[in-house]
């Protein structure tokens, strides 16, 4: 796929989001595609790739469940028991199928970073560990330790994804929701197969 055609895509792409999304959402995924951007340019990740995912990957959050779950049903993977009992965690899937069904994105690893971007897969690429990080630490979020962002910045791209990680089935665990095993399986992955309690 040639850069301009990815730049062309991304527009539409974000005209789509513009149209659908809540402002708060909405603000919230110009965010995340602008710091993927950013690590993209760090780590050596195609910056346009980087930024069309992170404009896509919540731009099927406000959808209602069923039509989620129809979608998702559309990329041929389980649907997991915490995506059964809350199916609005199917939007990163949801949205994978619909850049490649409407806007044709055919990057495999672009459609990868926005599907895994809520749970994280244990192959994931270096793209999306770009996204899931960029998700979840983006500069709108509240609620996090300004010394643990400092420290999360100065890592490696795994490290980052790790530390993100390790926060996040922290938060869950704290307060008793349920954490996905793919989610716990990308931990165990970064930590060289170790299995996290």
């Known amino acids: 796929m040639l850069p301009e055609t990815l730049k062309e895509i991304t527009e539409r792409v974000n005209l789509y989001a ?27 990740v195609d910056p346009v790739a980087a930024y069309l ?42 949205a994978a199928v619909l850049l490649q069904s409407d806007f044709a994105v055919e990057d495999d690893s672009i459609l990868d ?20 990080v960029a998700d979840k630490i983006e500069p709108g979020r509240t609620g996090l330790d300004p010394d643990w962002l400092r420290r999360v910045h100065e890592q ?15 938060y869950l665990d704290s307060r008793g929701k349920s954490v996905s095993p793919v989610t716990r399986a990308m931990l165990a992955s970064l930590q060289g197969g170790k299995r996290l309690r």
């Not at 490696?156 to 922290?170: K, P």
Request: include cysteine; aromatic fraction near 4%.
């Open 156 to 170: 490696s791209l795994d490290g980052m994804t790790r530390m993100v990680l390790e926060h996040n089935i922290g």
């Open 18 to 44: 513009l149209g659908v999304l809540a402002p708060p959402r909405y603000e919230h995924s110009l965010r995340v595609a602008i710091l993927s951007r950013e690590m993209a340019e760090r780590y050596s």
């Open 113 to 132: 970073a926005v599907r895994h971007h809520t749970f994280g897969a244990a192959d994931m690429d270096s793209l999306g560990k770009i996204v899931f």
């Open 53 to 94: 995912a992170g404009i896509a990957h919540d731009m099927c959050k406000s959808s209602r469940e069923r039509w989620l779950l129809a979608m998702a049903l559309k990329d041929g993977l389980p649907i997991q028991e915490v995506e059964e009992q809350k199916p609005s965690l199917l939007h990163g899937r949801a």
